[in-house]
Structure formats: C-alpha cells, structure tokens
C-alpha cells in the first residue's frame, strides 16, 4: 500500500475509533512482539477501551484517519489524569520535583503524551512528526510535552527525537530502564482548540 500524508486526517477520536486502536496497540505490545520485531518499535503499555475513553474526556486521544482506517494514535492526558500505569505513574512520581528546561516541572502546563503508535504500514511518511506538530490544537494551554520511552526502544527514541522532543532524564523501574523525553511547545495562537481539562487553578 502507498500512504501519503495528504491523505491522511488528524482528528479527536471518537468511540468508533477505540477498537482498532486497542487491536493496534495489542499488535505493537512489546510482550507480543518477538525480539527480531522489536527492532521496529513496540509499546511498553497500553490504555484499554475505558482509558481510551477517560482519556478522550481528559485532554484528548487524537487519530491519524486513512479515511476509516485508524493510520496511528497518540493518547494526551494530564498530570492530574488518574494513571492505570503503573511506570507512567512512576515517572510522575520521579519528575514531580524536578527541573525542566529553565523551570521547576510545577511551573510548567504539562500534557503527558502517550502511548502513541502508528500502524506499521504508515511509518516512514513523517505522519508521527505530524502527530507531534498537531498536539496544540488538542491541548492549547499546554507549554510542555512529556513522553516515556524505554532505553531498549531504540527506534521510539529517535522518533520523538525527530518531532523535536529531548531525552532529560532516565529511571528505572521493575528492573527496566526507561528514559524521559521532554519538549517546550510551539505557541500556535491562531488555531482553534477544544476547551480546556486542565485544572483552573494548576
């Protein structure tokens, strides 16, 4: 199949969405992928039909649409959304009292981003960049994009290197590493955007 970007749509998910996405994310799961297939990125967790859902009402779960083909997703939630997982919590844990850039991670309006994951048939078209570019029309307060990647996903890293993120700190958990990638966003005023689920006086 030959994939253009300009065939592509980046909407809100909506329920109709939240079975291929959930079939994509179990296809990419690193405990279903063998290791030669992890070469090629995987997940390390994934947000079942109810987070999926939860999470739309949060900040936003934003699509890539090939017409009615969910081409890739990325889940947008923030610090406040109540975390299912358990390393995303973790990480919260360890950021919460650390600087960002040139400010403490309190000071900052934080969209914590993922998972994200593109059907391996779309991959190489710079869809996932375009994943990263749309985030302010979904999350227009936010100034800071935060995202998890494990060490060993060597190609989820340069990925989110791609779309501009940088690798600010590493942690373990459960006997694996992970590292903290990180991004200023890119005010684009003239966009319009749904209201707001970030708390009014955060």
């Known amino acids: 199949m030959t994939s253009t970007l300009a065939n592509i749509v980046v909407r809100k998910a909506d329920a109709s969405d939240f ?8 296809r990419n799961l690193v405990t279903n992928l063998s290791e030669d297939q992890r070469k090629d990125g995987f997940l390390s967790g994934y947000f079942d039909a109810a987070m999926l859902a939860a999470a739309n009402e949060n900040l936003g779960v934003v699509v890539c649409a ?12 923030t ?3 109540p975390l ?3 390393v995303a919590a973790a990480m919260l844990e360890k950021i919460k009292n650390d600087n960002f850039f040139d400010k403490h991670f309190s000071e900052w309006v934080v969209c914590l981003c993922g998972p994200v994951c593109l059907d391996g048939e ?4 710079g869809l996932f960049e375009r994943l990263y570019e749309e ?5 227009h307060q936010c100034d800071l ?3 998890l990647v494990a060490v060993a996903n060597g190609r989820s890293i340069a990925a989110h290197r791609k779309a501009g993120m940088n690798e600010v700190m590493e942690f373990e958990w459960n006997e694996r590493q992970f590292v903290v990638m990180a991004q200023k966003v890119q005010k684009r ?13 955060g």
């Open 145 to 147: 994009l935060v995202t």
């Open 66 to 77: 090939d017409s009615d083909r969910v081409a890739g997703f990325i889940c947008l939630t």
């Open 79 to 81: 610090p406040e959304f």
């Open 19 to 26: 079975d291929q996405i959930v079939d994509l994310q179990l």
């Open 84 to 86: 299912q997982n358990a």
């Open 122 to 125: 779309y991959r190489g078209i």
């Open 189 to 201: 005023s003239h966009l319009q955007s749904p209201p707001s689920a970030y708390p009014k006086n």
């Open 135 to 139: 985030i302010p029309r979904f999350s």
